[in-house]
C-alpha cells in the first residue's frame, strides 16, 4: 500500500519540571489507496519512536476540508487519542460545512 504525506505540523513542548515533559505532537495528512488520512504521533524529548500514535480516516471530504482540519488538530494541541472523536465533532456539527 503506497502512501503520501504532506502538510506536517509539529508542535513542540519544552521540559516544565511538575507540569510536563519535552516532546513534541507530530500532525500530518496522508493520501492512500484507501483515500485521506489524518495521523498524530506524540514523541518524547530525543526519541524517535512515538509512545502514542492515531490515524483517523476521512470520507467525503476535500483535500482543502482535509488541510483545515488538520491545522486546527495542531493549533489546539490535540493528543493523538482524541483526534477521531474530535474530527468527528467538527464534522457532525457542520463546524465545516463545506465538506458535505
Known amino acids: 500500500m ?3 504525506e504532506w502538510c506536517v505540523y509539529v508542535r ?4 516544565l519540571p511538575g507540569l510536563q515533559n519535552a516532546g513534541s505532537i507530530r500532525y500530518s495528512l496522508v493520501r492512500q489507496d484507501s483515500g485521506l ?6 514523541f518524547r524529548a530525543g526519541q524517535s519512536i512515538p509512545v502514542s500514535r492515531a490515524r483517523c480516516l476521512l470520507t467525503g471530504v476535500t483535500r ?6 488538520l491545522r486546527f488538530l495542531y493549533e489546539n494541541a490535540v ?4 483526534i ?10 457542520q463546524i465545516l460545512p463545506q465538506c458535505r
Open 64 to 69: 482543502r476540508t482535509a488541510e483545515n482540519l
Open 2 to 4: 503506497k502512501e503520501n
Open 79 to 82: 493528543e493523538p487519542s482524541s
Open 37 to 42: 488520512s489524518l495521523r498524530a504521533e506524540q
Open 84 to 93: 477521531c472523536a474530535v474530527v468527528s465533532d467538527c464534522l457532525e456539527q
Open 12 to 15: 513542540e513542548y519544552s521540559e
